[in-house]
Structures are given as structure tokens and as C-alpha cells.
């Protein structure tokens, strides 16, 4: 009688346990996968941006403008390894005009031992908005590029990557925004348009640095 009892109540424990575990799993699911989903928005803005970083240096460095390349259709964004001949004859951005482009063969050596950065974004993440500002100019596809230039500034430019989802409710976006003077780049993560309208004004305002 004694063991029997005893051999219920542990049946009855186990049960217990087992649906403790399947209410602690339902719960812990949604949870785990979204701390997943922002994990990997965070990884791909990341690395986007340290591309762009990653080109402001070289412009710095090499005293020769740099540019970012992004294909907004195929998702894809590389710093390309230039040679002289191929390098556009800018200046500062703030007088590209009157200041001549200058460049030394130790900064021709320099680029020749660097290698080109590239990468893509990953399956389920799109280059939602690129635009440049002082252009005015929304780039919706094929190519597009931002130059990084000697003095550390660059072209002014608001890029959203979105993370799609089945439901619009569970879309999720990183908004980068460089600064023209400094070359400076911020991001927020967001879910809505409207958070990276209020992020590009100024109304919210995170640096990534």
C-alpha cells in the first residue's frame, strides 16, 4: 500500500514537472526568438557599419576619398580597392572646388597592400531607404555610394535596413545617418517609419560611437 502510494505521487510529480516545463517553454519561445531577431538586426547594422567606418579611415589615412558602394538590389555593399587612375579628383567636402587633389606614393603603396571590404546583408534583411542628402536623391536601385573624403567628411547620407517579417506589426529597422562635417555615423534601432523620420531630424538622436 506504501509503495503504491509512494510510486502515485511520484507519477504525479513528474506530471506536474513536465507540464511546468511546457508552460516555461511556451513562454520562453516567443521571448528567445525575438532576443534572436534583434541580435541578428544589431550584427548586420554593425557590420554595415563598420564598413562605412572602416572607409573614413582609409580616406584619412591614405589622404584620398574613399567610397562605400551598396547595391540596394542585391543587398550587397563593398569598399573597392582603387587604382590612381581610377580615383575621382575630390577635395574636402568643403572645398572640392578650389583645393587640388593630392596623393603621395607612399599612399599609392599603401593602397595597393590594402584588400577591398564587402559583404551582404543577410536572407530577410533589405536596404529599405538610402538617400543623399545634399544631392536630394533617393537611390531605389542597382548601385549607389557614399564617399568618405581626406578631412574625415563624407557625403551626407540616411540609410534604413529593415529585418521583413510576414506581419508588418514585427518588422524591425536600424537607422544610419552620417554626418556630412565629421563623417560622423549614428543608429537607433526602430520598428516604424516614422521612428527613422524622428532619428533623421534630430527628434531622437543615439550615436552608435
Known sequence: ????????????????????????TAIGV??????YERSALQG??????????????????ERNPIRLVMDVEKQTFWVPVEQDSERRHYSSRSRRSSMAHRSSRGG???????????????????????YKVAEDDEIRRGEGEITFYPDGSADAAYITI???????????????????ATGMI??????????????????TDWSYR
Do not use: C, H
Not at 516614422?194 to 533623421?200: A, H, L, M, S, V
Open 108 to 130: 599609392r603603396e599603401r593602397v595597393r597592400e590594402v584588400k577591398a571590404v564587402g559583404s551582404q546583408l543577410p536572407p530577410g534583411f533589405i536596404f529599405e531607404f538610402v
Open 162 to 180: 529593415l529585418r521583413t517579417a510576414k506581419e508588418r506589426e514585427d518588422e524591425s529597422r536600424y537607422f544610419i545617418k552620417i554626418d556630412a
Open 30 to 35: 516567443p521571448s528567445f526568438r525575438g532576443l
Open 186 to 203: 549614428k543608429t537607433q534601432e526602430g520598428r516604424t517609419n516614422q521612428d527613422g523620420e524622428d532619428f533623421y531630424r534630430g527628434v
Open 44 to 61: 548586420a547594422a554593425k557590420e554595415f557599419a563598420d564598413a562605412l567606418r572602416y572607409a573614413q579611415q582609409r580616406a584619412i589615412l
Open 1 to 24: 500500500m506504501n509503495r503504491a502510494a509512494k510510486a502515485g505521487f511520484t507519477l504525479i510529480e513528474l506530471m506536474v514537472v513536465v507540464t511546468l516545463m511546457l508552460l516555461m
